[in-house]
């Protein structure tokens, strides 16, 4: 089974460069550069520095304990080994995890900060972070700053001084997502303390938009400050579990658009442990929306939509098993004479997808562009993930004897005046996973996720569909483009 689960997992990072190189990390790591060796891994400064735009860092088991920062380089894509038994990453200084570029990517770690000055346990500064589990003692759990969180657990409980599991407070534009995760706190009460979440401006324009989330907090669950008059602070929450927002009522605009969401209390194994689990009545359960979800996963690795929709939170409720023991009175079957049935044959025929079209080829952006329709045929009942990746500039460089393609730097900037050393490198934008039927399927694709809007240029449409017994057809891909709506002509 974990296999399978790492087989979907990897199947999410699809935009990730095929000749990429995989560092390796362990607690006790003595190995040296490149730290390529799975079997004499690298300490963890060791093999980060290693590293390069499209490489990966897998992390072996165990506990990291760190007496400073841990900066993620840009276009690299750092992971536990593990989804049982995860890598922990311990910090004590004032800085913990940090994501500082768009193509940073973290995913199946737990990240716990011990000092409560400075930052945050995990800061997302752009990047991604994906079935991530931070918490501190006291303070701040996690920062984003235009990045995306999902599938995730950021928590603070008891804070002696305050708590906040989730801040979005830097002084500059940005626009930050949350999915499907679960931000909570209890501690200290202050002005913006023991809160589930926050969004706190100066002279900017930021937006905080948290979907299929909960968020909770001692003294309040959501706030929203707008500290400057030129500010403009607006929290965005779609099929969210929060119980008030706060308006700081500071000189800026703060705004909070709110849709589907609920308000009674989720229902928590042991919160005040650390194990933010749903117990069985808990109203987050199936209450989420399925067209938003992230990915299959939720953040121990357990299938997403495993009931008749998406939970609401990082993780993904159980139900029971059909029977129980039981029959349908609720008394014990009779193990009597008849002989146990023979178990059902193992699935291992992989699913078909093909005819994967997009009609027409082009997305408008506008009020007039009401999209496309994606259309492609199954063989079986089968979830496909489709991945959209964007096409940007690229600079060619060889690593090691090896040519790849990789993000322009200051060194590399000027290798772009020569055509031969241009290349294309794609990211990933958006990642949209449906249940299907044998045959054909139909869905719409537009420009507009949410209330982000897809810039114009050259996209790809990666697909691959997964059937229930977890095996996996030939990726398809459909390459597309976004326009802008032409302008009226006068007459």
Known sequence: MLALLLAIAALLMLAASAGAATRYAAPAGAGAAPCENQGNPCALDSALA???????????????????????????????????????????????????????????????????????????????????????????????????????????????????????????????VVINSTLYATGAPSAFSARGAGLAVGDNISELELVNTIARGETGDLQIRANHADGEADLITWNSNYGSVA????????????????????????????????????????????????????????ARIQGEGVDIGAYEFAPPPPGDGADGDGEEEDEGSDPPSPGPEVDTVAPKLWGLQLAPGRLLIGKRGRGSILSYRLSEAARTVFVIQ??????????????????????????????????????????????????????????????????????????????????????????????????????
């Open 390 to 491: 964007r096409a940007l500039r690229g600079v060619r460089v060889q690593v090691r004897g090896k040519a790849r393609c990789a993000k322009p730097n200051r060194r590399t900037r000027r290798l772009l005046r020569r055509k031969a050393r241009r290349c294309v490198r794609w990211r990933r934008i958006r990642v949209l996973s449906r249940a299907g039927k044998p045959g054909i399927n139909r869905l719409r694709l537009t420009a507009r996720f949410g209330r982000r809007i897809l810039p114009p240029g050259r996209y790809r449409l990666a697909a691959r569909a997964i059937d229930t017994a977890g095996n996996r057809s030939k990726i398809r891909t459909r390459g597309f483009r976004v326009v802008r709506r032409p302008a009226a002509r006068r007459r």
């Open 247 to 302: 308006f700081f009522g500071g000189p800026g605009q703060e705004t909070h658009t709110l849709g589907a969401d609920q308000e009674e209390q989720p229902l928590f194994v042991d919160p005040e442990n650390g194990d933010f689990q749903q117990l069985a009545g808990s109203p987050t359960i199936d209450a989420g929306d399925d067209t938003e979800v992230f990915g299959l996963l939720g953040v121990l690795g357990e």
């Open 50 to 176: 290693a590293a390069i735009a499209g490489d990966e860092v897998e992390l072996a088991p165990g506990t990291y304990n760190r007496g400073s920062r841990v900066d993620v380089p840009d276009d690299v894509y750092m992971y536990g080994a593990s989804l049982e038994n995860r890598a922990h990453i311990v910090i004590d200084g004032e800085v913990g995890l940090v994501l500082g570029g768009p193509d940073a990517l973290v995913s199946d770690l737990d990240v716990t900060k011990l000092n409560n000055s400075g930052t945050a346990a995990l800061i997302v500064a752009n990047g991604t972070a994906a079935r991530v589990r931070a918490n501190t003692d006291d303070g701040y759990a996690c920062f984003i700053h235009g990045g995306l969180l999902a599938d995730s657990l950021c928590y603070v409980v008891d804070a002696p001084t305050f708590g906040v599991a989730l801040n979005d407070g830097f002084n500059s534009s940005h626009e930050s």
